[in-house]
């Protein structure tokens, strides 16, 4: 990892983002980029007289820029930093920084219209488009989670995405824990969980096929991080449930995100969780730890 891209905009959410990614940046060695893209442009083509306020609004988010750059100086002695303000709508200006870094990390909630929601819409696109692996850090209870030693890894059937099973255990080898690989089953003919095994005491024929898929998913980035311990989980349940639930104790959930043509900036939110995909996209609403979404490109 070479560098890390946080973007801030003086929220609680996007300093907890910060913090995540100050840390990330020590573990790893990684150059650190602060970004914040104030959203003016649409104001003043609606407002023209919001021209005259912007040098205050300037100055305001220059304040933000340089807090948070102090803010990250102080908290990762040693690593380099360095911050830039930008111009232009926060969803097109951060995708074009995921152009320039190895990892983009972001709040779940910023100060949009949007901020009661339980992921801002600007996280949720930036995660579902950007270039490179997106991580959005929650916010709310982030100073109370502890580490609880594991990286959580999500393998599904329609494909095991290399990609985000090798940040995962990149991930846990900086870390120095263990990752959990979690590749859930069910059966089709109930819409309830049936028991793990048949009538006659042989493991149900699904949970066989999810423990060979989690297998095959894994077993590159074992040969090259031999030194990473691996648990492997494959409960029965919905996989959405499956992961939330190991998500409770877990530092980070990694994903694979779906990938579809749809990465037009103008789709819609629906759109948007299509190029996800729904684990996903229910994941990175839902979870209480960090969630790094990594394309196959």
Not at 57 to 75: F, M, N, P
Not at 201 to 217: H, I
Request: charged share 25%; with cysteine.
């Amino acid at each position: 990892m070479r560098k890390l891209v946080a973007g801030v905009d003086g929220s609680d959410a996007s300093l907890a983002a910060l913090d995540w990614a100050v840390a990330e940046s020590v573990r790893r060695g990684a150059e650190l980029r602060i970004v914040y893209a104030p959203l003016w442009e649409p104001y003043e083509r609606t407002w023209p007289e919001f021209t005259a306020t912007r040098p205050r609004g300037r100055s305001v988010a220059e304040h933000v820029l340089v807090t948070a750059a102090d803010r990250a100086r102080e908290q990762g002695r040693g690593i380099e930093v360095e911050a830039e303000l930008l111009s232009g709508d926060p969803v097109p200006a951060l995708l074009r920084e995921a152009e320039k870094g190895t990892v983009l990390v972001v709040g779940d909630r910023g100060r949009g219209g949007h901020d009661a929601l339980p992921l801002g819409s600007v996280a949720l696109t930036v995660a579902a488009r950007a270039a490179c692996p997106v991580v959005v850090v929650r916010g709310e209870g982030a100073a109370r989670r502890g580490e609880f030693g594991r990286v959580v890894l999500g393998t599904g059937n329609d494909g095991a995405e290399p990609a985000a099973v090798d940040f995962a255990f990149r991930a846990a080898q900086a870390r120095g824990c263990r990752v959990t690989a979690v590749h859930s089953w069910r059966s089709p003919e109930r819409g309830v969980a049936t028991h793990a095994h048949t009538l006659g005491g042989a493991p149900d024929p699904r949970m066989r096929e999810a423990e060979w898929a989690l297998g095959r998913a894994v077993r590159a980035a074992v040969e090259r991080h031999p030194d990473v311990p691996l648990e492997r989980q494959s409960p029965e349940g919905l996989a959405r449930d499956t992961l939330l639930t190991a998500a409770a104790e877990a530092d980070l959930v990694v994903l694979g995100a779906r990938r579809t043509p749809l990465a037009d900036a103008t789709a819609g939110a629906g759109a948007t969780g299509i190029q996800l995909g729904p684990v996903s996209h229910g994941v990175l609403h839902l979870a209480p730890c960090p969630v790094a979404v990594v394309r196959e490109d």
